[in-house]
């Protein structure tokens, strides 16, 4: 007994030392202080007019964890946790975090970074509040002051929910961890061959034939399709959905992207309207992955209807950019295609490429009329850029340094360091992937600028992003496993400061993170560290 309390006059009277916090993505600035600020029932929550909605969330997300929330009055509380207002805050997604033991103080310019600011005090709470398991009376913050703002003003993730569908409560999950981690962007693959996810009420063929393909093998490229067993495939999300999914997201401060595939990629659209094509013949909603011949024909008739689609589409997401797609389209049928060829003369365009050029321009146009920009793959520049474009570059740097040259914005999603959809390890249990290699650490090292950029043209590049392309991916665990932990490595890459690389330093970050995740029941790959990029 004797032995115990000098055990304990040894380690209880010596000041703990300060507890290194594990924040992902890692902050611009963060010095650790002595002590703790103690927080339990009695603390008071108070924030500026602006800030009243994150304080509101921060209040929310301790009730749901804790069971109770903070009083929002001054009553004479002493304690407080406030969001202020500070319009000297510089960057618009910035914020300052105090720890200290008699208050916490976040303060930010706008609502955005008030919400990062929480986002940052969540990562100071014990993992164990995730899943309601923390069941002490009083929680210990580390004393500590953080100043911090963002890299890149785009910082997204995507996913591709054609090749395979996902439930509407998964896609929210997906964005609120994204939102965990700062991302502030979700680009939704709405559209493609193998399935048309989005309600269009106008058009019940969508829903009726285009949302549905008869069952695909999951296998290589070339493998042959299953025997057709009468069950059909897939689905799609109606309006009312994609509502609540785009508001879920805007609480989190995350914009949601559609995309809606043209001129390629469209053959389920083709399926459920023959005449969008140019042979008029009928197809089926593709059941095999890759890349196919039957895309959009540029008749008024397709045009009236990508714009009727989009006139429904437009509404439903009220940020900036609709996403139209552009990639892998071959020409094969605009070159057998008597109205195509006629076209190309008429407008003085060269080629098939001039008349891609011309059918994106086109778009773009009447998507600029309604006050909305596009954002195409890079195959967007083939034949000329259309003037407003952003372009998301995935075929390597060239496109992007072509574009960034031409004074057109663009987002960095290289298939190098960007395609969450590769191998990450070489394990041999590691499951079917489309083929590829992209471990961790590479995904850790991406500079989304590229060297050959002088500082004027690398302004254009907004950020990064990671995509999920679903071939090989049915289910949402899967795509958990794929995405978990490379995307928490690409916010790392948007937010922070590259000065502050430090792999081990992350992967030390992450160790600790993963007890986030399995509080939220997120199926990581937790087997990565000592591969090498
Ligand atoms: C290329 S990236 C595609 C997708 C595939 C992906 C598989 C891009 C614009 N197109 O259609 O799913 O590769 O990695």
């Not at 609480?251 to 008029?280: D, S, W």
């Not at 360091?417 to 590479?442: M, R, V």
Request: glycine content about 6%.
């Amino acid at each position: 007994f004797k032995f115990v309390i000098f055990l304990c006059f040894i380690s209880c009277t010596k000041p703990q030392p300060p507890v290194k916090p594990y924040i992902i993505p890692i902050p611009n600035e963060l010095t650790m202080q002595e002590g703790v600020f103690l927080l339990d029932e009695n603390v008071s929550l108070l924030a500026d007019a602006k800030h009243v909605a994150v304080a509101e969330f921060f209040n929310d997300y301790l009730n749901e964890k804790l069971g109770y929330t903070l009083l929002t009055e001054d009553s004479n509380a002493k304690k407080t946790i406030r969001f202020t207002l500070d319009p000297t805050i510089e960057n618009d997604e910035g914020y300052a975090l105090t720890v200290d033991t008699s208050q916490i103080i976040i303060k930010a310019k706008t609502a955005k970074g008030a919400f990062y600011g929480f986002q940052t005090l969540r990562q100071l709470l014990p993992p164990a509040l995730e899943n309601n398991t923390f069941n002490h009376d009083k929680i210990a913050i580390q004393n500590i002051e953080i100043k911090d703002a963002p890299r890149f003003s785009y910082r997204g993730m995507h996913l591709d929910v054609s090749r395979h569908m996902f439930s509407v409560d998964f896609i929210k999950k997906y964005i609120d961890l994204l939102s965990q981690l700062k991302m502030n962007t979700f680009h939704w693959h709405l559209t493609d061959d193998q399935g048309w996810r989005i309600e269009i009420k106008q058009y019940p063929k969508l829903q009726e034939v285009a949302a549905f393909r008869d069952e695909t093998l999951i296998g290589h490229y070339n493998d042959t399709p299953q025997k057709f067993d009468g069950k059909s495939y897939g689905g799609f999300y109606t309006q009312e959905e994609v509502k609540k999914v785009v508001a879920y997201a805007s609480k989190r401060f995350i914009t949601v992207i559609p995309e809606i595939e043209m001129p390629g990629h469209a053959q389920a659209a083709i399926a459920a309207y023959p005449n969008l094509g140019c042979t008029g013949k009928n197809v089926k909603v593709a059941t095999k992955w890759g890349v196919f011949e039957d895309i959009y024909c540029p008749k008024e008739e397709t045009f009236t209807f990508l714009e009727n689609v989009l006139d429904e589409v437009m509404p439903l997401f009220p940020g900036k950019y609709i996403h139209i797609g552009g990639d892998e389209a071959p020409k094969t049928r605009w070159k057998a295609c008597e109205y195509c060829q006629e076209l190309i003369k008429r407008e003085d365009l060269k080629d098939e490429h001039g008349l891609q050029s011309y059918f994106i321009a086109r778009m773009e146009k009447y998507i600029n009329s309604k006050g909305k920009s596009i954002i195409g793959w890079d195959e967007i520049l083939e034949g000329g850029l259309a003037p407003n474009a952003t372009v998301m570059s995935w075929r390597g740097m060239n496109g992007a340094i072509e574009a960034a040259k031409s004074g057109h914005n663009v987002i960095m999603t290289p298939t190098s360091h960007a395609y969450f959809d590769y191998y990450q390890s070489d394990n041999e249990d590691e499951p079917l992937a489309i083929g590829g290699f992209l471990p961790l650490k590479k995904v850790y090292y991406f500079n989304p600028i590229p060297k050959e950029l002088t500082e004027s043209e690398a302004k254009f590049v907004l950020g990064a992003q990671g995509n999920v392309w679903t071939e090989y991916i049915p289910t949402a665990e899967k795509v958990e496993y794929m995405a978990f932990p490379r995307v928490i490595a690409m916010a790392e890459v948007n937010w922070s400061n590259p000065r502050k690389k430090d792999y081990e330093d992350f992967t030390y970050r992450l160790s600790h993170f993963h007890k986030r995740l399995d509080a939220q029941n997120v199926n990581y790959a937790n087997h990565l560290y000592e591969i090498e990029g």
